[in-house]
């Protein structure tokens, strides 16, 4: 295991690990045939990141319509009391080929590039949750929900930070979700789930961590986000 800058550990998946993490086999849905034509009403815009070329993408990224910045910047603590200042855990958008993920999810995201954030990635197929306290995104187009899928350690250090996801219309949080990093035995456990708000129509997201009431930094990726435009 090696450092990354701030002493803070940069962890790749162990293939041992990803062919232990099992994932229940999908069932998949038929396709509406009926109302093709868009009777359904506006469809969703889906960012999957799979056309990005893996590595550093700088402080911001505009991507389909999203303008990503402010990524982390702060600092903050960590459940056990340790801190971290905004050098620790870096400032980047980062392209991850995650293959070696998916063969694990094949049920989450779409495969093979996931989007994370900080200071480190690993080329190739296997990949690093980069620390994320912070990020926002300007939506070019307003929206009236948005999901997007999160991939995640949980219990050891982690346990017990909070994960958010803010919609803003005009700077005022309209909806938000929420998930608090289960704290069982054991230590860096991956696991999933997938952030959903709406609201008749907001302007940004902002998705962050904290733990009480101070920023956190857990390990996250995130893959497709799905923006559904709000009426006009």
Do not use: C, K
């Not at 505009?62 to 459940?79: E, L, Q, R, S």
């Not at 958008?93 to 995201?109: H, P, V």
């Not at 704290?183 to 456990?189: C, E, F, K, Q």
């Amino acid at each position: 295991m090696s450092l990354i800058a701030g002493g803070f550990p940069r962890r790749a998946l162990a293939p041992a690990i990803l062919s232990a993490l099992a994932s229940p086999a999908f069932a998949g849905t038929p396709s509406d045939t009926i109302f093709v034509d868009g009777f359904d009403g506006a469809q969703p815009s889906i960012s999957t990141y799979d056309d990005l070329t893996e590595g550093f993408l700088g402080t911001t990224l505009d991507y389909n319509d999203v303008a990503y910045h402010d990524v982390n910047g702060i600092g903050g603590v960590f459940p056990d009391g340790s801190t971290f200042t905004p050098a620790d855990v870096g400032d980047q958008l980062i392209i991850e080929d995650s293959t070696d993920f998916y063969a694990s999810f094949a049920d989450w995201g779409s495969s093979p590039n996931t989007l994370t954030f900080g200071s480190a990635y690993i080329p190739g197929p296997n990949l690093s949750l980069g620390a994320l306290v912070q990020v926002t995104m300007d939506l070019a187009v307003p929206a009236s929900s948005a999901s997007v899928d999160l991939g995640f350690y949980e219990n050891g250090p982690w346990g017990g930070i909070e994960l958010h996801l803010d919609a803003l219309d005009g700077g005022t949080v309209v909806a938000s979700d929420t998930l608090v990093l289960a704290n069982g035995g054991g230590r860096d456990n991956v696991n999933v789930a997938t952030f959903s708000v709406g609201a008749a129509t907001f302007d940004q997201l902002r998705l962050y961590a904290t733990y009480g009431d101070e920023p956190s930094a857990p390990r996250v990726i995130i893959d497709n986000l799905a923006l559904t435009p709000a009426s006009p």
